[in-house]
């Protein structure tokens, strides 16, 4: 016996949703006295096993995880595979006639006409938390002309950021009441910040924001030498603060890294408590209004 694991994350065609992969380690979980493989896409999982890879004759069995039984991948998983005892799990039967259906020896569905759903896979296996890190990216901000390095910047940042072991919340500091995708007062946006462990940003406001919640920033600044976001940090006295000259997968870590620990949120947590009007004593004065 061995096992060929496949689902829609197999296909070069097709996609692995967190439901797919969670799905497929449920099984994995109960195969774990198996001998098996697991197919998936180049596109996805560069470098491991692919259907291409997996030789028909060296399978006993083929296993299809989650995902709906239907549409001409299927059906060429069927011709390949013919050999093997098919067997599909957690999946959702469309229309029982299908052949992508009918191509398997056995069926055990989690929804299917006439039949009684059954619990998803995805809600069986445990999980790690990451850490949340909401992203605000500055716009193209051209009021500063070729000292600009917004395209540089944000190219390396957000790839390095991919790397992080994260779970990545792009925010836009931008309101619009007409766009749901969008926060429609500054109270939404600052309850989502609340919640997140840390912010990346190349925006004064993405640090504002952050810092203002308690949350620690790891801050960018994206015009040469550094502008306003540098600015803004010094009167916060915040340390985790970046040029775009000082930028490097080692700086990047190392603030990562104190963001997350134990002295990056104290420091957040006490720049929160650290407020400063002095502006709009000032502004009171300049119109001359007495002092509030």
């Given at each position: 016996m061995r096992i060929l694991v496949t689902g829609w994350f197999s296909f070069v065609d097709g996609e692995a949703t967190a439901g797919d992969v969670l799905s497929l380690e449920a099984v994995r979980s109960a195969l774990a006295d198996l001998p098996y493989d697991v197919a998936w896409s180049p596109v996805f999982r560069p470098g491991a096993l692919t259907l291409d890879d997996a030789a028909?004759?060296?399978y006993s069995h083929l296993v299809f995880v989650c995902g709906p039984l239907h549409g001409p991948q299927l059906r060429r998983l069927h011709e390949?595979?013919?050999a093997c005892r098919r067997i599909a799990v957690g999946v959702s039967v469309i229309d029982p006639r299908d052949p992508a259906v009918t191509g398997f020896d056995v069926v055990l569905p989690r929804d299917a006409p006439d039949a009684a759903p059954r619990r998803d896979l995805a809600a069986l296996p445990a999980h790690a938390l990451v850490p949340v890190a909401g992203v605000v990216l500055a716009p193209g901000q051209a009021e500063y002309g070729s000292e600009r390095r917004h395209d540089e910047v944000h190219d390396r940042l957000t790839s390095w950021l991919a790397r992080r072991d994260c779970a990545r919340l792009v925010l836009d500091t931008r309101l619009d009441h007409d766009d749901w995708r969008c926060f429609g007062t500054p109270d939404q946006l600052l309850s989502v910040v609340g919640r997140l462990d840390v912010v990346v940003t190349t925006r004064l406001h993405g640090l504002v924001t952050a810092l203002r919640c308690g949350v620690p920033a790891l801050a960018v600044d994206p015009v040469r030498r550094g502008a306003k976001v540098s600015a803004q940090a010094r009167t916060w006295?915040?340390?985790a603060t970046l040029t775009a000259e000082e930028m490097t997968?080692?700086?990047l870590d190392l603030w990562w890294h104190w963001c997350l620990g134990t002295e990056g949120r104290h420091a957040a947590?006490?720049?929160s408590r650290d407020t400063d009007d002095a502006l709009l004593g000032d502004l009171r004065?300049?119109?001359?209004?007495p002092s509030s």
């Open positions: 028909p004759q060296t390949r595979y013919a006295r915040w340390p997968e080692d700086t947590a006490r720049a004065t300049a119109l001359g209004a």
